[in-house]
């Protein structure tokens, strides 16, 4: 059974850090595509940052949407079957619920932080940015 299990969620101040986890059961992130997403209240969900398929055109590469665009780090250690979001210089329009999704495909490319394809998704871990 395929899980995906989002952490590192919570209260930060503008111009904060956190370090969001998601960790994959059931199957490996190996080779295939992964993003992060985000759903703010009354927003629809959007792609801020993925890591393509090691085997896509894109070889691998992480792609951000130019919101978060040198604030955040997209990672991935597949010792662990892990990905990260470390997000830095956090923004109260940064507030959203946050979760990981993975495109099981060879092939999965990115477009502006968005991973193609995306079939399987964790529950999310809420961020709230506020002083």
């Known amino acids: 059974q395929v899980q995906l299990v989002e952490s590192g969620g919570g209260l930060a101040q503008p111009g904060g850090s956190l370090r969001l986890s998601c960790a994959a059961s059931g199957f490996r992130f190996g080779s295939y595509g992964v993003g992060w997403f985000r759903q703010a209240p009354g927003k629809e969900r959007e792609g801020i940052a993925c890591?393509?398929?090691?085997?896509?055109?894109?070889?691998?590469?992480?792609n951000y949407a130019d919101s978060v665009q040198g604030r955040f780090t997209i990672s991935k250690d597949n010792e662990k079957n892990t990905v990260y979001l470390e997000m830095n210089s956090l923004k109260p329009e940064d507030t959203a619920n946050y979760s990981c999704g993975v495109a099981p495909s060879p092939a999965a490319f990115c477009i502006k932080g968005f991973i193609v394809g995306a079939q399987y998704w964790g529950q999310g871990t809420q961020v709230t940015v506020s002083s």
């Open positions: 890591i393509s398929a090691q085997d896509s055109a894109q070889d691998g590469a992480t």
